[in-house]
C-alpha cells in the first residue's frame, strides 16, 4: 500500500457541486499539504496543517477548505466547484522531527475536472 | 508573486550529455532548496537537495549548485538517461515570516532525454 494515498484518482464533476477529495498517510508524519499543479504554474499550495489542531491557509486558499480529522487524514473540499478548478491536486506530508521542511512525501495525486 | 521560477518550460538533452536545469529564486530568506523529480501519474518524488551553507551537493550522477549572490541553482544530470525523462520542479525553504515549515515550488521543467 502507499504511504500517502489520495482518492479518488479521478473525478468529473459540475460547476456547483461540492466535492471532497481525501488524503490519508501510514508514514507517521505530523504535518499535511495540499497543492494544485496547473499547467505553467507549478505545484501552488492550498492549506497545510502541522498537526491535528493547526491549519494554515496557502498561496490560493480561495474556494477550498480543509479539514483534519486525525493525524493520518486531511481531506480538502470545494464548496462549490468552479471550471478554473479544474487541475491535478496532490497531497503530501512531511515530519516536524526530521526538518519538517524537508523530504515531503506526495501521493499519487487526484485529477479533477469541473464542467 | 512567483517566488521561486523555472523559466524553461522545456528541456530535450542526448543520452550521455549533460543536462542542466536552472531556478531563480526572489527571496532572500530562503535557506534550502531542493529538486523533485515527477512522472506522469505519479506524484514528485524527493531528489536532492541543499542548504544555502553550501554551493554543491552531489548524489551520485545528480548535482546540485547554489549561486547565493545571484539567487540561482541549477541541477546537472550527468550522463543523462531516458529514464531521466521526466518534469523535475524546484522548490524552496526558508526560516522567514511566513515560510517556515512549508516549500514553495517553481513551474517546472519537462526534461526529455533522447536515446
Known amino acids: 500500500d502507499a504511504d500517502v494515498t489520495q482518492t479518488p484518482r479521478n473525478r468529473i464533476t459540475k460547476t456547483g457541486k461540492r466535492i471532497m477529495l481525501e488524503c490519508s498517510q501510514t508514514?507517521?508524519?505530523?504535518?499535511m499539504y495540499w497543492y494544485r499543479q496547473d499547467p505553467g504554474l507549478g505545484l501552488r499550495l492550498i492549506y497545510y496543517?502541522?498537526?491535528?489542531?493547526?491549519?494554515n491557509k496557502g498561496e490560493i486558499s480561495d474556494g477550498y477548505s480543509v479539514s483534519r480529522q486525525a493525524q493520518a487524514k486531511f481531506s480538502l473540499s470545494l464548496e462549490s466547484a468552479i471550471p478554473n478548478q479544474t487541475a491535478l491536486y496532490f497531497c503530501?506530508?512531511?515530519?516536524?522531527?526530521?526538518?519538517?521542511?524537508?523530504?515531503?512525501?506526495f501521493g499519487s495525486g487526484t485529477r479533477l475536472t469541473v464542467v | 508573486d512567483q517566488q521561486v521560477k523555472q523559466n524553461s518550460p522545456s528541456l530535450s538533452v542526448q543520452e550521455g550529455r549533460i543536462s542542466i536545469l536552472n531556478c531563480d529564486y526572489t527571496?532572500?530568506?530562503?535557506?534550502?532548496f531542493l529538486w523533485y523529480k515527477k512522472y506522469p501519474a505519479e506524484g514528485p518524488t524527493f531528489l536532492i537537495s541543499?542548504?544555502?551553507?553550501?554551493d554543491k551537493n552531489e548524489d551520485g550522477r545528480f548535482t546540485v549548485f547554489l549561486n547565493k549572490s545571484a539567487k540561482h541553482l541549477s541541477l546537472h544530470i550527468v550522463p543523462s538517461q531516458p529514464g531521466d525523462s521526466a518534469v523535475y520542479f524546484c522548490?524552496?525553504?526558508?526560516?522567514?515570516?511566513?515560510?517556515?515549515?512549508?516549500?514553495?515550488f517553481g513551474q517546472g521543467t519537462t526534461l526529455q532525454v533522447k536515446p
Open positions: 503530501a506530508t512531511s515530519d516536524r522531527k526530521t526538518g519538517g521542511d524537508y523530504g515531503y512525501t
Open positions: 508514514k507517521g508524519h505530523d504535518r
Open positions: 496543517s502541522f498537526d491535528v489542531k493547526d491549519i
Open positions: 527571496n532572500s530568506m530562503f535557506d534550502y
Open positions: 541543499i542548504s544555502s551553507i553550501k
Open positions: 522548490a524552496a525553504s526558508g526560516k522567514g515570516s511566513g515560510n517556515t515549515g512549508k516549500l514553495i
